[in-house]
């Protein structure tokens, strides 16, 4: 789920300078991680100009998601769910 609350933070006079805040939070299964969190909830304070430079807050996070996705971080994260563990 992709909350976006745009220009919280009104600053400079063009709406591109203006700040916006998005809450990225993993509802199925809860709480499972993503690549940019661990706990499955990300609340992030962006320029409203560079969220709007992708289309909007879906396809900005649609591209977070993709990038951090090709980080080894992230792939030993996927590696590991596909891991029997015994404890």
């Excluded at 706990?39 to 962006?46: D, E, K, L």
């Excluded at 320029?47 to 909007?56: R, W």
């Amino acid at each position: 789920e992709v909350r976006f609350c745009q220009d919280i933070y009104k600053v400079g006079r063009t709406p591109e300078n203006h700040i916006s805040h998005i809450e990225i939070e993993c509802l199925k299964p809860t709480k499972s991680p993503l690549p940019m969190t661990e706990t499955g909830y990300r609340s992030h304070h962006a320029p409203t100009g560079n969220i709007l430079e992708y289309g909007g807050a879906v396809p900005f996070v649609k591209s977070w998601l993709e990038h951090e996705a090709q980080s080894e971080k992230w792939k030993q994260v996927q590696e590991k769910t596909k891991q029997l563990t015994l404890f």
